[in-house]
C-alpha cells in the first residue's frame, strides 16, 4: 500500500507561483511513478505532469509546459509541482498519484491517489 498526502495549495494572484508538495509513504514508494492531476469545477479530471520513479523522465500537458515543473526528492519520498506564471485557469484541484506503472500514471489510472489540495487563482 502507498498513501501519498498534497499540500501546498491555496490563493494566489495570476502571475504567481506556487508549490506543491506530494508524500508518499509505503516500503515500496520510491519505486512508483508519481504524477499530477487537477480538475476544476464542472470538467474532466486532466494531466497535468508525470515524473519517473528515478526522476530522470519528465512529461507535461501542453497547457503547462514551460509554466509548470515536477521534481521528486527520492530519499523524502516526496514529489513537487513548481507553479509558476499561474494563471486563472490554473484554478483546480489538484491530486497526486503514483503506480508502478508509468503509463498508468499518464493515463489516469494510477492505483493510488492523494485527497487534493485547492489551487486558486484570481485575476
Known amino acids: 500500500q502507498v498513501q501519498l498526502s498534497e499540500s501546498g495549495g491555496g490563493l494566489v494572484q495570476a502571475g504567481g507561483s506556487l508549490r506543491l508538495s506530494c508524500a508518499a509513504s509505503?516500503?515500496?514508494?520510491?519505486?512508483?511513478?508519481m504524477g499530477w492531476f487537477r480538475q476544476a469545477p464542472g470538467k474532466e479530471r486532466e494531466f497535468v505532469a508525470e515524473?519517473?520513479?528515478?526522476?530522470?523522465?519528465?512529461n507535461y500537458a501542453d497547457s503547462v509546459k514551460g509554466r509548470f515543473t515536477i521534481s521528486r526528492d527520492t530519499a523524502k519520498n516526496t514529489a513537487y509541482l513548481q507553479m509558476n506564471s499561474l494563471k486563472p485557469e490554473d484554478t483546480a484541484v489538484y491530486y497526486c498519484?503514483?503506480?508502478?506503472?508509468?503509463?498508468?500514471?499518464?493515463?489516469?489510472?494510477?492505483?493510488?491517489w492523494g485527497q487534493g489540495t485547492q489551487v486558486a487563482v484570481s485575476s
Open positions: 515524473i519517473s520513479w528515478s526522476g530522470g523522465t519528465t
Open positions: 509505503g516500503r515500496t514508494a520510491s519505486n512508483y511513478a
Open positions: 498519484c503514483a503506480d508502478i506503472s508509468p503509463p498508468k500514471v499518464r493515463h489516469g489510472y494510477s492505483d493510488y
